[in-house]
């Protein structure tokens, strides 16, 4: 590992590695039975920043931190920073819902098991990695917690922002926040040429395609499919000649989406359906075969619940996915119209943008990139997105 460490992902966040940094090394000190000034420490924290920014990284690397044996220097090299990395030490648990929101019931089990005494003599972590997805009962178990912590244990919350929406006021107000922020696209593409090997072409192109989200980056390098996806979106916009158009446009947006999202849970939805029906039909047919029958077809049925309900997260994923390569060709037009120095995100589709710039006022390519961001937020709360879409589709064309 480089010289940073268990940090060495998080690219361009000088700021929050520093503040963590110094944070593991006070926490190291109180687990050394020395005294630490009031506010070294902090019990809960949230991490916030946009797609890609690394929020469920640096929670990550701040929990190998915590468990390092090297005095809480993240050295990633000793058995607690492996361990944490690869999500197997025994005190530090990762959350993340499977549907659209974590639930009480997961919630409790969670707050009780991280009320006990680290096994390895530091610290209880819990990463909770999409803390907007708490339900609201899930979010005052959480709550609880939060406000008398265990002596030894550690809140790591991960969410877009800290509006109420994401999170609740209450939790936030009991948090210290490490707002992570975009990465500039050349520190990403630095990154991909030193770790993924790839030439400054393709690292220049992908940094700035995937607007500062590294993970994207490397898809979008490494993923002919992705790479397809990403070129059907940005076909969007001069496929808008009508009204007609905009409904036909709009359907073929959400279902790429599903089809996409599809794809991505085929596999796992099938593992677990034969794994739970392999362990249903070891129950044999003696006495109380009845009953173990009803509670078999409940089980199922909890099942198919889950999957329904991870299949429209992964739907609303995908979709979320095209409509911020969307908002990037509406910046780019914005940008070129006002002639702001800097760099657009779709360089390949640079003369279509070009071309749109000259066509349309600023104030229109504005009001194009605000229906795409207002498509996001319909999404997120919930419209259904065959309306949301249509309504946007609308909205681009009209200008
Ligand atoms: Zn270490």
Not at 8 to 21: H, P
Not at 154 to 165: E, G, I, N, Q, Y
Request: charged share 25%; glycine share 8%.
């Amino acid at each position: 590992m480089s010289q940073d460490g268990v940090f060495s992902d998080l690219v361009g966040q000088d700021d929050a590695v520093e503040t963590l940094r110094r944070a593991a090394q006070a926490a190291a000190r109180v687990v050394a039975g020395e005294q630490v000034g009031s506010g070294a420490m902090t019990h809960a924290w949230i991490f916030t920043g946009p797609p890609g920014a690394g929020r469920t990284l640096a929670a990550r690397a701040f929990a190998a931190a915590l468990e390092c044996e090297r005095a809480g220097a993240g050295c990633g090299e000793c058995h607690g920073c492996h361990t944490v990395l690869g999500k197997t030490h025994a005190d530090v648990r990762f959350v993340a819902p499977e549907g659209l929101s974590i639930s009480v019931h997961e919630m409790r089990a969670l707050v009780l098991r991280a009320a006990t005494a680290p096994s390895g003599g530091r610290w209880q972590v819990v990463v909770i990695e999409d803390a907007d997805r708490l339900t609201e009962a899930a979010g005052n178990a959480l709550l609880k917690a939060i406000e008398e912590p265990p002596p030894r244990t550690v809140f790591l919350l991960c969410t877009p922002s800290t509006h109420p929406d994401d999170i609740s006021v209450t939790i936030r107000s009991r948090c210290r926040v490490v707002a992570l922020r975009q990465p500039p696209a050349d520190a990403v593409a630095a990154a991909l040429m030193e770790r993924n090997g790839l030439t400054r072409e393709t690292a220049v192109w992908a940094a700035a395609a995937a607007q500062g989200d590294i993970v994207r980056a490397r898809l979008l390098a490494a993923d002919p499919e992705a790479r397809t996806r990403r070129e059907a979106v940005l076909t969007v916009p001069k496929r808008l000649t009508g009204v007609g158009a905009c409904f036909d446009v709009a359907a073929a947006l959400v279902s790429a989406a599903k089809a996409e999202a599809a794809a991505s849970v085929v596999e796992s939805d099938a593992a677990e359906r034969s794994a739970l029906e392999q362990a249903l039909g070891a129950g044999g047919t003696g006495r109380g075969a009845a009953g173990a029958m009803r509670g078999a077809a409940g089980q199922i049925k909890d099942l198919e619940k889950r999957q329904k309900s991870r299949a429209t997260r992964a739907q609303r994923d995908a979709l979320d996915r095209a409509l911020v390569d969307l908002a990037g060709f509406y910046r780019d037009v914005l940008i070129t119209a006002l002639r702001a120095p800097v760099a657009v995100v779709h360089g390949d589709v640079a003369p279509q943008s070009e071309a749109a710039a000259r066509k349309w006022t600023p104030e229109s390519a504005l009001r194009r990139l605000e229906a795409v961001l207002a498509c996001r937020e319909s999404i997120n709360q919930n419209v259904k997105p065959e309306i949301a879409v249509e309504a946007m589709m609308l909205n681009l064309w009209k200008g």
